[in-house]
C-alpha cells in the first residue's frame, strides 16, 4: 500500500467517502483498510478493527466528521480485525453498532460493556437499509465470502460498493487496482483458501449485478474503480474455484 492515510474516494456537495489506509504498518497483524461515509451531518465507518489500531482509526475518524456526528458502525462479520475493539467505539460514542444475527451473541465475547450491548443490533440474513442522515445505505448479503454471516454495503450516492473480505488483495503495491490480470497474483490465493466456493460466488455476482457500481472498495488491499474493472471482477469471480471447489488439496489429496 502507499504511504498515505486518508485517501478521498469520492466527494460532493454533502457527502464524502473516505478510505483509512492501513494503521498497522510493518506489523505482524493482516492489513487492514476502514472506510468512512459523511453524508449532511451524519458518519458510518465501516470495520473499525482491533485494539491495537483503535485510538488512532478513532481519531482520524473524528477529524474526517469534523460536525458530523458518528451515527452508526458497520461489521461485515465477526473476524477480530473487524470487531475486536467493538467496546471502545460503543463506549466512547452514541454510535450504533450493526453486524449479522449470526453474530451478536459472539462479538460481546471480545468484552462488551453491559452499558453499550443494547446499541448492537442484528442485520437479518436478507439485509437492510441504512439511513444516514436521509442518505439510503443497502446493506446486501455476501454470505459464505467468507463468513457464514457476512454482509456489503453499497453507497448509492457515490456508488461505492464496500466489498469486505471479498476483493481483498494482501502485498498489492498501490491503494488502486490498475491491471486487473496482474493484481490477481495478490488476490487469488487468499480467495481460493477463505471463501467457501463458487456456488457462493456466482450468488453474490447474481445479487451484486443489479447495483450501479463505480468502484469496489474491499477491507484488504487495493479498490477497483471504474465499471470496467467491476464487470471484470463480476467475470472472475463467476467462474473462481476456491473453498469446498477445492476440498481435496486443502487434505493434501
Not at 505482524?28 to 476502514?34: E, F, H, R, S, T
Not at 465507518?45 to 458502525?73: E, F, N, R
Request: glycine share 10%.
Amino acid at each position: 500500500m502507499s504511504n498515505a492515510t486518508n485517501v478521498t474516494l469520492f466527494e460532493a456537495p454533502g457527502h464524502k467517502n473516505v478510505l483509512l489506509e492501513d494503521f498497522n504498518k510493518g506489523g505482524l497483524a493482516v492489513q487492514a483498510n476502514q472506510h468512512i461515509i459523511i453524508h449532511g451531518k451524519a458518519g458510518i465507518i465501516l470495520d473499525p478493527g482491533g485494539h491495537k489500531v483503535y485510538s488512532k482509526v478513532l481519531s482520524a475518524t473524528l477529524q474526517q466528521l469534523g460536525s458530523a456526528k458518528l451515527q452508526y458502525m458497520f461489521l461485515s462479520h465477526q473476524d477480530p480485525d473487524i470487531v475486536a475493539a467493538t467496546n471502545g467505539w460503543l463506549m466512547t460514542t452514541d454510535a450504533t453498532a450493526y453486524c449479522s444475527a449470526l453474530w451478536t451473541r459472539f462479538v460481546p465475547h471480545f468484552g462488551l460493556d453491559r452499558l453499550v450491548e443494547t446499541r448492537l443490533l442484528p442485520i437479518p440474513d436478507h439485509g437492510m437499509t441504512i439511513d444516514l442522515d436521509g442518505c439510503p445505505l443497502e446493506v446486501i448479503p455476501a454470505h459464505f465470502l467468507h463468513s457464514p454471516g457476512n454482509f456489503q454495503l453499497y453507497d448509492p450516492v457515490s456508488k461505492i460498493l464496500y466489498t469486505g473480505d471479498l476483493g481483498a488483495s494482501l502485498g498489492a503495491p498501490g491503494y488502486e487496482v490498475t491491471d486487473f490480470e496482474a493484481h490477481r497474483a495478490y488476490m487469488d490465493g487468499f480467495h481460493a483458501r477463505y471463501m467457501a466456493g463458487n456456488a457462493a460466488m456466482r450468488a453474490w455476482v447474481k445479487r451484486a449485478s443489479k447495483l450501479d457500481i463505480e468502484t469496489l472498495a474491499p477491507q484488504h488491499g487495493s479498490v477497483f474503480k471504474g465499471k470496467d474493472l467491476v464487470e471484470k471482477f463480476f467475470r472472475w469471480a463467476e467462474t473462481f474455484q476456491c473453498g469446498l471447489d477445492m476440498i481435496d488439496k486443502f487434505y493434501g489429496g
